[in-house]
């Protein structure tokens, strides 16, 4: 296994911000992994899939370990269920085509989204309707400081949105090798996101299958989303915030086109894009950081921003939104350094 040194990540985020790692190593499979950690005792060190959900905001002054642990299987089935185990540095997307490809459901509204397995379920994605919760069966994580794996099942992973404990009480404590999901034989659409019933219609579907709703959602997203090969990204910046229905209520009277959505528990869901955008960054620019003129909730890199700049435009917005609507936001994206 290669160690590099003095290591550039800017093709390693999709953020595209050129950090450095004093040293840099991929890993294929278990042993490696174990001597990266060995070799990693007592400095910091960081587990890197797609860089796709990160934001650099200073060199890495220890070891970047890429994971390249691949392989898709089918662990069992039953009547109604496949169970398939998939390593964490598989491309997600890639998974996601493998699996509409087998006929196995469940995680076509996800289609589309960059990175790596291993951190579908660090970060509970989602999209359209569809959590990695729902499909979501089991995974295996190794422990750093006891060199030994750990199975999680469901309820040990505590997902949330875009939560889990591995980003809460065990962060940085475990390095997530392979996830098992839970597809459908048989497929239970899910076209609840509005957006998809529509495009659906546009492109003259007339039986829908889960090959139907991929090709609607990747139109859908490559229509407002940035792609990260053009312009760097890493998806919504931050989550979109929960407040109290008497809350939305009074915010309510005060901006009668606020967009929000109720929470099982009663509580509302806004839309943080409409927050921000109504505060005025859309489109926004100051040198290479910017806030992407579709999607007031991507802030974007266009060339050669460093991280604290867009953190520091993520600060402004921040303290703008609270400003003007009295509601925190909350980063989405994983801030790596000491900002
Ligand atoms: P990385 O960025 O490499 O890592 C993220 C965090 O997880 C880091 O802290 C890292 O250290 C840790 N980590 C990574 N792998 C492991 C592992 N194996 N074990 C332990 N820790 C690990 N997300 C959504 O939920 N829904 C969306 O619709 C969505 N759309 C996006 C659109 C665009 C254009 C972009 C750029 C991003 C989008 N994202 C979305 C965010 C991102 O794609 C997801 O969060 C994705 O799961 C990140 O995967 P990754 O492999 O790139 O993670
Ligand atoms: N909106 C605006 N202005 C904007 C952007 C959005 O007014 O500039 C309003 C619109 O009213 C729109 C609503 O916000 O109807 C919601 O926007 P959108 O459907 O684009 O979704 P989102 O809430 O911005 C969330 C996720 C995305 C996910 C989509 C689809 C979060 C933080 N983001 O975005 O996830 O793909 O829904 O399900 O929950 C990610 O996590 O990186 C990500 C892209």
Redesign the pocket.
């Known amino acids: 296994m290669q160690i590099q040194q003095n290591f550039s990540l800017k093709n ?4 595209g911000i050129d950090a450095k790692a004093a040293r840099f190593a991929a890993f294929h499979n278990m042993d490696e992994l174990a001597e990266l950690i060995s070799l990693s005792t007592g400095i910091p060190f ?9 934001l650099l905001t200073q060199d890495v002054t220890g070891l970047v370990m890429k ?1 390249e ?1 691949k392989g898709i299987e089918k662990v069992s089935e039953d009547g109604e269920y496949v169970y398939i185990r998939a390593g ?2 598989e491309n ?1 997307h890639a998974f996601v085509l493998h699996c509409i490809a087998n006929n196995w459901a469940g995680v076509e509204n ?1 289609s ?9 379920p ?7 309707g569809v ?2 919760k729902d499909v979501f069966h089991s995974l295996t ?1 190794y422990h750093i400081n006891e060199h030994r794996p750990y199975n999680f099942n469901l309820a040990d992973c505590e997902f949330g949105y ?1 939560e889990s404990v ?2 809460r009480k065990y962060k ?1 404590q ?4 392979d996830v098992t999901y839970r597809l459908r034989k048989h497929p239970a659409f899910n076209t609840s996101y509005g957006a998809i019933e529509e495009e659906l219609t546009k492109m003259g579907v007339k039986e829908l299958s889960i090959r139907a709703i991929s090709d609607a959602v990747i139109h859908i ?1 490559s229509s407002k ?4 090969a053009q312009i760097g ?4 910046f931050f989550k979109n915030p929960s407040i109290p229905a008497s809350k939305f209520a009074e915010l309510q009277q005060q901006f009668p086109a606020i967009v929000g959505y109720k929470n099982s528990d009663g509580s509302m869901k806004l839309a943080a894009g409409w927050l921000i955008e109504q505060c005025g960054w859309k489109g926004f620019r100051e040198g290479d950081a910017g806030v992407h003129a579709k999607q007031a909730l ?1 802030l974007v890199n266009y060339g050669n921003a460093k991280g604290e700049e867009i953190y520091n435009l993520s600060e402004r917005i921040v303290i703008s939104v609270k400003e003007k609507f009295g509601v925190e936001l909350e980063r ?3 801030i ?1 350094g000491s900002l």
């Open positions: 390693y985020n999709t953020f960081l587990i890197l899939g797609g860089g796709s959900n990160m994971n642990l964490a540095g997600w996800l589309l989204i960059p990175g790596c397995v291993g951190a579908s660090m970060q509970n994605i989602g999209a359209y959590e990695i994580a875009r591995f980003k940085g475990f390095v997530i090798t997203r989303l940035p792609d990260p990204n890493a998806g919504s991507v989405e994206v994983n790596i």
